[in-house]
């Protein structure tokens, strides 16, 4: 098919992917799953104890204070979607 313009038309492989047909995605989100299992207790503790440094920045601990509650906040949706999928 060609545009008329002698450049050529749409060629097999160009644009966007289509959702669903890639296992990319979902091996990374195993993976990402994974490590997040792993490493959450350890990285939770982490941030705990930047926050709670006083010879920190106040920018430091402010910022670790903010990523616990933006993880809590996720985690607090996500538990809920696993309950709303389960009813």
Do not use: C, F, W
């Amino acid at each position: 098919m060609t545009s008329g313009n002698g450049h050529g038309g749409r060629r097999s492989g160009t644009g966007r992917p289509r959702r669903g047909g890639g296992h990319r995605n979902n091996l990374l989100d195993t993976s990402s799953a994974s490590l997040a299992r792993t490493y959450a207790e350890e990285a939770v503790r982490t941030v705990v104890a930047i926050m709670r440094d006083e010879h920190r920045s106040a920018s430091a601990r402010v910022n670790a204070a903010r990523k616990l509650v933006n993880a809590g906040a996720i985690m607090h949706r996500l538990a809920g979607a696993k309950i709303h999928q389960r009813s």
